[in-house]
């Protein structure tokens, strides 16, 4: 919504907006975008031009997606998913990322997880042994070291630590 009316207050008119990527019928001058990133700025967004970053967003975006809002629900592996979502060869994908993000598109994937795995353990909901089957995590031992090497702590550990904070998905 946020996005949406810093269009409108530039009178651009989108064809579609989602999750960090918005479509545009027409071409914007160049003060619209200078406008619009001043604007989106202010909000704490970034207005991303080039065609690396919009890639590694995309590849970003689609892993957010996936482990905090489709509960890591994938009926392949991730590189086919990102392969055939972002329309690259995986390699190509993988080596631009691990070139401008400084880690792999796997790394990325795990902090994602382990990050998930953190919010699910502050709620208290559900029990170990279901949130690794929600990640798609093959054993809770699994989890449970994949989650130390990442945080320094065993799950159980990490729960009982209240005034522990989340990292923000921007900071990974």
Do not use: C, W
Request: proline share 1%; aromatic share 6%.
């Amino acid at each position: 919504m946020a996005v949406l009316s810093e269009l409108d207050k530039l009178s651009i008119k989108p064809l579609s907006i989602e999750l960090g990527e918005v479509e545009l019928s027409e071409a914007i001058s160049d003060d619209q975008k200078q406008s619009l990133s001043q604007g989106l700025h202010t909000l704490g967004f970034e207005l991303i031009d080039d065609r690396k970053s919009r890639v590694i967003e995309k590849i970003k975006n689609l892993i957010v997606d996936l482990v905090h809002n489709k509960d890591n629900d994938l009926k392949t592996n991730l590189s086919h998913y990102l392969a055939a979502s972002v329309g690259h060869e995986y390699s190509a994908l993988s080596n631009l990322f691990s070139e401008v993000e400084g880690t792999t598109i796997e790394q990325y994937f795990i902090s994602q997880k382990i990050e998930k795995v953190k919010e699910l353990l502050m709620y208290d909901e559900l029990s170990l042994s279901e949130i690794a089957d929600r990640l798609n995590y093959s054993s809770i031992a699994h989890l449970s070291r994949q989650f130390k090497k990442i945080t320094g702590f065993t799950p159980t550990h990490f729960k009982t630590l209240k005034d522990r904070k989340r990292r923000q998905i921007e900071d990974l």
